[in-house]
């Protein structure tokens, strides 16, 4: 279901495993600079941070998010995000989809 590294872990819930029409990726990093590469969805995605803080990048515009904050990136818009630490981050990512549709827009 996820995959533990030595600082960060991150879990993945696909909806369409118990019924419902959303998944989350439960995010946890204390690495900065961590975080994905640009890519978009079909689907709006939700972060809800709960601690620690993350520059984001949504379009053409960048903001930093922070503990207590919720970000909502609509449909289609390229986005990533790097963490900033030196707290570790700690987020819900909520994809509006049963199961997870990404398309990688920055090579790896």
Same mark, same amino acid.
């Given at each position: 279901? @996820?995959?533990? %590294?030595?600082?960060?872990?991150?879990?993945?819930?696909?909806?369409?495993?118990?019924?419902?029409?959303?998944?989350?990726?439960?995010?946890?990093?204390?690495?900065? @600079?961590?975080?994905?590469?640009? $890519?978009?969805?079909?689907?709006?995605?939700?972060?809800?941070?709960?601690?620690?803080?993350? %520059?984001?990048?949504?379009?053409?515009?960048?903001? =930093?998010? /922070?503990?207590?904050?919720? %970000?909502?990136?609509?449909?289609?818009?390229? $986005?990533?995000? /790097?963490?900033?630490g030196p707290e570790t981050y700690e987020a819900m990512?909520? $994809?509006?989809?049963? $199961?997870?549709?990404?398309?990688? %827009? =920055?090579?790896?």
């Open positions: 279901m @996820g995959k533990i %590294l030595e600082e960060q872990w991150t879990e993945n819930f696909e909806g369409r495993t118990a019924g419902s029409g959303v998944s989350v990726i439960w995010e946890n990093s204390d690495v900065p @600079g961590s975080g994905p590469r640009l $890519h978009r969805h079909p689907y709006a995605e939700t972060f809800v941070i709960r601690r620690g803080r993350a %520059l984001f990048t949504i379009g053409d515009g960048q903001r =930093e998010g /922070a503990a207590g904050d919720v %970000l909502v990136v609509p449909a289609g818009v390229p $986005h990533k995000f /790097a963490v900033l990512h909520i $994809h509006e989809s049963d $199961h997870f549709i990404t398309e990688w %827009l =920055e090579p790896e």
